[in-house]
């Protein structure tokens, strides 16, 4: 018997949110951007007034958004507010079934085959799940209700705002096929360009391809799609009580400003790595794959990845990897300046596997670092994050002064067979 899954996409969250709190701004143009008074603010999230009357994009400058909407309210993001909401959201979905998975803060899947049968019951439930939501948040959702996960994620995007939409196995391909191929799950830019060089370009094309085919040009990832477009995904909703293994621990940033020389790079590669060894520390792990991501001021990126001999969890050793990866890789005087950069630490081990490999701890230099940064955990964890930092980031506090851990929530990856497509 089929499943009746429900994917649940909160609309425009932030700015829904903050409506929530401040009436008076509904119907008005509004976007939540990380920081007001950075030149290169970006915009977070905006709301439909704002995006659909005067083209207001998730991600872009704040002086662009301006420009083309100039009675635009800015507000500062408050994350406690939208993480708060998000815990009310989900306590109300936990009425309804153990089996629910978040994805990132604002959607999650449910599977609610204990409560509907069928995908018809299935709406009746979302109707409900939806009025509650809005009566007790003050915000609205838009819900897809299918056989499988990747048919009701892509139902909760196909109407917006507050709609619900039903994806049955009568109707399917009426509605997936005829749409073009990114519109499915993990079919990113990359893949699009692939599958558009061999002329398809919908959903239904991908579907009609021979799985031979696709995974000739794609790979693994090839016969994947191909399952999600002919309605053969089988993966599960994962409880939220079963926590995903981490496969890697990431951050990135855009800088308040673009950065031109190697001392910029340098600064903000310590604040990335220092909050990304806060957070494997957090989880006693280390990893020794580190991997580093550079956005130019055109918006073109590109990554590149080093395997390090020994696993590490220090900010030193994480920032030593990426410097070294950079400098190999990038000339700033003769390419152009960098907007965006990230750092990600993969292949992660349990620390504590690791200690019994070297033989002489107290000299080891790594060790010592690694005393040293989890002294400053603990007076962070004491008087805040920016109670203590390397005195080298005093030097350009614009530059450094931003806490990733606490400004950036990392989607999790989905559990769909733990693949990801180009
Ligand atoms: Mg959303």
Not at 76 to 81: A, G
Not at 99 to 120: H, R, V
Not at 290 to 308: A, E
């Amino acid at each position: 018997m089929d499943r009746v899954i429900l994917h649940i996409d909160a609309n425009c969250f932030f700015a829904s949110v903050e409506t929530a709190y401040n009436p008076k701004l509904a119907g008005l143009p509004i976007a939540v951007c990380g920081d007001a008074e950075a030149r290169h603010g970006i915009i977070l999230t905006a709301n439909y007034n704002a995006k659909r009357g005067f083209g207001v994009k998730t991600g872009e400058q704040i002086q662009h958004a301006l420009a083309k909407c100039p009675n635009l309210v800015i507000i500062k993001s408050n994350p406690q507010r939208y993480l708060r909401h998000s815990e009310l959201m989900r306590a109300i979905l936990a009425d309804y079934s153990n089996d629910i998975e978040p994805f990132g803060c604002d959607e999650a899947w449910m599977d609610i085959s204990n409560l509907a049968k069928t995908t018809e019951d299935g709406a009746v439930v979302a109707r409900e799940i939806s009025e509650r939501i809005k009566c007790e948040l003050h915000i609205t959702v838009s819900i897809g209700v299918s056989f499988c996960k990747v048919f009701a994620k892509f139902a909760s995007d196909y109407k917006k705002p507050d709609a619900i939409t039903v994806i049955s196995r009568d109707n399917y391909k009426d509605i997936i096929w005829n749409s073009p191929c990114d519109s499915l799950i993990y079919v990113g830019r990359a893949t699009k360009a692939k599958l558009a060089m061999r002329g398809i370009f919908t959903i239904g094309d991908i579907a009609r391809a021979k799985p031979e085919h696709l995974k000739s040009w794609l790979g693994k990832n090839g016969l994947l799609l191909h399952s999600f477009a002919t309605g053969c995904d089988i993966s599960v909703v994962r409880k939220a009580t079963v926590s995903p293994q981490v496969k890697s621990v990431g951050n990135s940033t855009t800088a308040v400003r673009d950065l031109v020389c190697d001392e910029d790079v340098k600064r903000v590669f310590f604040v990335l790595a220092d909050s990304l060894a806060r957070r494997l520390r957090e989880k006693d792990l280390s990893g020794n794959v580190v991997t580093i991501w550079l956005r130019r001021n055109d918006l073109s990126s590109f990554t590149r990845r080093h395997t390090l001999q020994l696993p590490v969890d220090t900010a030193f050793d994480i920032a030593e990897a990426a410097l070294r990866l950079f400098y190999d890789c990038y000339t700033l005087a003769e390419d152009k300046p960098l907007r965006s950069v990230g750092i990600t630490v993969g292949n992660l081990v349990p620390h504590k596997e690791l200690a019994q490999i070297s033989l002489f701890p107290d000299e080891d230099i790594s060790t010592r670092r690694r005393s040293l940064e989890l002294a400053m955990d603990s007076v962070r964890a004491h008087y805040g994050y920016y109670s203590i930092c390397r005195a080298s980031l005093l030097a350009d506090k614009d530059l450094t002064h931003f806490d990733p851990k606490s400004e950036h929530t990392l989607h999790p990856i989905g559990d769909f067979n733990a693949v990801r497509p180009a």
